[in-house]
RNA sequence: CGGGGUGUAGCGCAGUCUGGUAGCGCACCUGCCUUGGGCGCAGGGGGUCGUCAGUUCGAAUCUGGCCACCCCGACCA
């Protein structure tokens, strides 16, 4: 993309809105305006990276055995007053009525219409196990948004309710969505660590929080720094054992938050140049709350004996949006944002440091046609302009690489290479650029 | 929902106390110049001063209502 062509509205100071540090940077970068407290829209740049965050929680899901689905923002409110929920939920339920006074709802969450449709489609316990789920925008009008995207109203989540003929068979439902969220958040360079948690408003017997590391996040987390070394080697999701085992592994060192910490515990369990207490932001939540909606709904499947019995159930959520901010707060400096490479919204950010001048203009035209024939996805600032602002706006943006093109280095042949996390800079000879990249 | 605060140009702010018809920096437009870390010079465009009402000859400024947004606390992907 050239960014003379591009829509990329950046600011130079702070909005005084902005107090959170990711709520500033995505203002400024231009990734997101808001449109109301708690509500957003995503530009150009920042769409680009919640598509990248949405295609890799998508991936691990599918990898998991989910099956995406997509289920309206939009729902009646039928299926909330039967499980009870439609006076339950509160204030936080945005309720409308549509033209013939019908009680309608924005969801905040998709139980209820999930096992509904689960219900209808399965009766017998020869089609399960089954987990779908969907990416799709919610609302909960909270009390007090903030903190950008990550404390929105309107927000894109990913949900996934696991559907299973029995408590057992749901702890395996469990367990691989456990897994596929370690795996979910290593792939976008985060630090994910899994906590035991309340089961609030959804309900149910077992449930954990991930948390992703950052100095800055709202919660504060006590925890083994084992966790911090703790590897997962790629997995067999039909291996019930290996799975339940690993699950184990990462549940197995102490993790709190404040409100569950328990300092004695740690001590306890934990040696003293292991304790870590850090701040944490969280992502991820899942529950399993067995036959909680199936019976109100009346979600049965026959099974082998011939004898209907409830299915039990568990959700998974993943907070897509508030991920976008969350990464930066893990991953900034005092120069702006640095993309973890698989959520950048653009690999390479190409500088013509004297655009107008014929050589130095012919040189990254190349440069940036070699790289994107490469599918290497560029971002080329071939706007005219002096280099302190270009290098400014380039390091805002956080894109994980940098190529600088200028007359000195064309004079010896060679383009500087930046790499925005360290700082390093190396002198790539131009005719060797295109191999720099495909290693 | 309780407490605090702010609304003046796209962004950041001054002006409000003491009423006289709106200004600064950045950004933007034109021209020249410059180009290796937020250049320089000259010229220019842009604002129902959140909104409604009141006081006054006259309101960004004083009074009252309303609205929006932000921050701190209790709740959450």
């Known amino acids: 993309m050239r960014l003379s062509q591009y829509f990329m509205p950046i600011l130079r100071d702070d909005p005084k809105e902005a107090e959170i540090v990711s709520h500033r940077l995505m203002l400024r970068s231009g990734m997101v305006r808001q449109e109301a407290a708690g509500n957003y829209s995503w530009l150009p740049l920042g769409f680009r990276v919640l598509k990248k965050i949405e295609q890799i929680v998508r991936e691990e899901q599918d990898r998991a055995g989910a099956i995406e689905v997509l289920m309206p923002t939009i729902q009646p409110a039928d299926l909330w007053k039967k499980s009870g929920r439609y006076e339950a939920y509160g204030k936080e339920m945005l309720r409308i009525q549509d033209r013939h006074g019908r009680d309608m709802l924005y969801g905040p969450t998709n139980e209820e219409m999930i096992t509904d449709i689960f219900r ?68 976008m360079g985060l630090k994910a660590v899994p906590m035991r948690a309340e ?95 199936s019976e109100p709904l009346g979600c049965e499947v026959q099974g082998a004996d011939g004898k209907k019995v409830f299915v039990q159930s568990g959700s998974y959520g993943i907070g897509v949006s508030r991920l976008a901010g969350a990464i930066i707060e893990a991953s900034h400096d005092q120069a702006g944002i640095i993309w973890p490479e698989p959520v950048a919204p653009f690999s390479v950010g190409l500088i013509n440091l004297k655009a107008g001048d014929s050589e130095t203009d012919a040189a990254c035209a190349k440069i940036y046609a070699g790289l994107e024939a490469k599918g290497i996805e560029v971002l080329y600032d071939d706007r005219p302009g002096t280099p302190g602002t270009k290098f400014a706006v380039m390091d ?44």
């Open 199 to 293: 089961t609030g408003p959804i309900g149910g017997t077992d449930s954990h929080e991930f948390l992703i590391l950052a100095d800055t996040g709202e919660s504060q987390v006590f925890f083994d720094s084992d966790f911090l070394t703790m590897d997962l080697k790629d997995i067999d999701y039909d291996d019930v054992a290996k799975v339940a085992a690993t699950v184990d592994y990462f549940t197995s060192a102490y993790a709190a938050t404040d409100d569950k910490h328990d300092p004695k515990e740690f001590e306890e369990r934990v040696p003293e140049a292991r304790r870590v207490a850090g701040r944490g932001i969280e992502v991820g939540h899942i529950f399993f709350f067995g036959t909680k909606y």
């Open 120 to 187: 209808q489609g399965v009766q017998s316990y020869k089609d399960m196990p089954r987990n779908l789920y969907h990416i799709q925008w919610k609302f909960r009008d909270e009390v007090r948004p903030r903190f950008g995207v990550m404390r929105g109203r309107e927000f894109l989540m990913k949900d996934a309710y696991s559907f299973d003929v029995s408590r057992e068979a749901g702890q395996h439902s469990y367990n691989k969505m456990f897994v596929a969220y370690l795996r979910t958040f290593a792939r």
């Open 396 to 439: 805002l943006i956080g894109l994980p690489t940098q190529v600088i093109i200028g007359p000195r280095g064309l004079k010896d042949g060679i383009a500087e290479v930046k790499d925005r996390k360290t700082g390093a800079r190396q002198n790539v000879a131009l005719d060797a650029l295109s191999a720099h990249f495909s290693a």
